[in-house]
C-alpha cells in the first residue's frame, strides 16, 4: 500500500509500459502480413499456382527456378523463405525485442537500480586499459548501427514508408543496406578481436553455477562470488561466441555472393542471420541496462577504465582479492592519466 501511494508514478509509467508492450506486439502480427506485401509484390500468382509449381507442374509463365531452365520466373524455394521470413522471424523478432523492452522497464521500475552497499572508498582499480576500452565501443557503435540498418531492412517499409513517401524511404533503405553490408565485415573482424582478448577470463567456473541460482544478486542484498566476470557477463559472452560468430558466419555467405553459393544457401543464410541478429538484439538490450541504470558505478569501469574498490568487492569479489594491492587514490589516478595520457596504469588484469 505504502508503495503505492508514495510511487503512483511509477505504477503510471509500468501501465503505460505494458500498454506500450502490447501495442508494438500488436503491431508486429499486424504489419509481417506475408500476404499483403504479395499482393503488391505478384498480385497475379495465387495458392493454386504455387500448388503447381511446387508439384512441378510447368504453365506458360511458370515454372521452378531450380529446373533444369533459363525460363526462371518462379522460384518455389524463394517463396517458402518469403514465407519464413515474414509469417515468422519478422514478427517473433519483434515481440522478442518488444518483450524484452517490455521487462526490462518492469525489472527497473519494481526492482529499480543495484545501488553500492558500501560507500565509495576513493581508491581505484584498474579494470579495462585503453585498448580494451576502444575495442568495446567501437564493437558496440558499430552493433547498433548494424542493429538499427539490420531492422530497418526488415521492418523500415512498414512504418517509414508511409510516414515519408517512396523517394525518402527509397534513399534510407538504400543508405541502410550500403551501411549494413560494408560495416558488417568490420564489426566482425573486431568482435573476434574482443572475444580472442576476453577468453581466459570467461572460462566457466564452479561458482558461475551459484552465481545463475543467486540470480546474480540482483535482487535485495547479499553477495554471489564472481571473479574478473560474473555469470552474466559470461553467458553475454558465450552468446557472442557462439550465436554471434554464426551471425557473422551467415553474414559473410550473404555479402559475398561470389563464391558459387546458391539461392537455397542465401536464404539459409538469411533466416539464420535474422534469428541470431535480432535474439543478440535483444540481449543487448539487457547489457546496455545492467551496464547503465542498473547497477551503480559499472558504466565507469567502461568510460574511465578504472573502478572504486567498493563496486569491485560487492561484484567482483575474487577478483578484488587478487588485484587489490593495485588499488590507486584518485591523485595517483589523475597523476598516471597526467602522464601516460590514457589512464592505463600498472596492469592489474587478472590472472
Ligand atoms: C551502449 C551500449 C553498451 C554499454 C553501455 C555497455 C557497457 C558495458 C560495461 C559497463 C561493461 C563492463 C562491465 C564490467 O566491468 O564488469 C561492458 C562489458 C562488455 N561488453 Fe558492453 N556495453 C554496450 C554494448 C555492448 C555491445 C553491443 C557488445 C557486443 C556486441 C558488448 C560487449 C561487451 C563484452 C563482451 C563485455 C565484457 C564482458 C565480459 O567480461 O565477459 N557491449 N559493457
Known sequence: MNLIRSDLWRWLCLALALVATLGFTQLAMAQADPEREMTTAAPAIDADQWRQVRSGETGANYRDSRAESNYNLINSSGESWRQWRNRWVSPFGLIVIGGMIGIIVLFYL???????????????????????????????????????????LLFGKFVFRGLFGDAFWGWMVSSSKLLHNYLGPIFGILLVVLLVSLIKDNLPKKHDLEWFKKGGGMVGKGHVDAGFANGGEKAWYWLLATVGLLVIASGFVLDFPNFGQGRDTMQWANIIHAVGALGLTAVSFGHIYIGTLGTEASLEGMTTGYVDEAWAKEHHNLWYEEVKDQALSEEEVAAQKGTKGSGDAAPSQPS
Open 110 to 152: 519494481i526492482i529499480g537500480r543495484k545501488d553500492l552497499e558500501e560507500p565509495r572508498t576513493g581508491r581505484k582499480l584498474l579494470r579495462w586499459p585503453l585498448f580494451m576500452r576502444a575495442l568495446h565501443w567501437s564493437v558496440a557503435s558499430l552493433f547498433i548501427v548494424l542493429a538499427l540498418t539490420g531492422l530497418n
